[in-house]
């Protein structure tokens, strides 16, 4: 079927298997980035950045931390069935991998839709950990706020009472500041 272009000359005949593609300003830098890192990463046998993107959201995030995907080896090109190699920081989480074997591929083969991993193998040495949240550090009260609001809690009767609005009242200026 061939119809009018909606751009352009309004005469020209275009076909519509070719769809008339047009651009405007920058193209997303993870277009460009997922571009590049599908071809780095295919000759590791991943066919999908996906699963490296989405590791701590397919194995959670306490296995995440020490384990990491280092390539996917098939048997022929039926890109199912493969042998998932992957690195673990240490020894503990080698036998927690091992351990949790079964589990860990059901997840990955829930991920994928297929039984795209048949089995792991196991590969100890260094892996750089992800750290854990960083604790939000709190500013020093000035004494003069400290002052004050000790005056504010000493009407208060019941000792317990006075020390835990001490505490609460310490928590809010320290948010506040």
């Known amino acids: 079927m ?18 008339v593609q047009r651009y405007q300003g920058l193209s997303s830098l993870t277009r460009s980035v997922r571009a590049v890192s599908k071809a ?25 931390r020490g384990i990491a995907p280092v390539k996917i080896v098939f048997k022929n090109e039926s890109r199912s069935h493969g042998v998932l190699h992957v690195k673990s920081s240490g020894g503990a989480f080698a036998m927690l991998c091992e351990h949790q074997k079964g589990r860990i591929l059901d997840r990955i083969n829930t991920y994928f839709g297929y039984p795209a991993v048949e089995s792991l193998k196991i590969i100890q040495g260094a892996l750089k950990l992800k ?31 006075r020390r835990q609005m001490y505490e609460i009242g310490l928590a809010l200026i320290q948010k506040n500041l």
């Open 2 to 19: 061939i119809n009018l272009c909606p751009v352009g000359n309004m005469t020209e005949k275009c076909s519509m298997t070719q769809p």
């Open 131 to 161: 750290a854990d949240e960083p604790i939000a550090c709190f500013k020093k009260i000035p004494k003069q706020q400290k002052v004050a609001l000790e005056k504010k809690v000493a009407l208060i009767e019941d000792e317990d009472l």
């Open 40 to 64: 780095a990463l295919g000759a590791r046998g991943f066919s999908n950045v996906d699963i490296i993107e989405n590791w701590a959201d397919i194995l959670g995030p306490d296995l995440s």
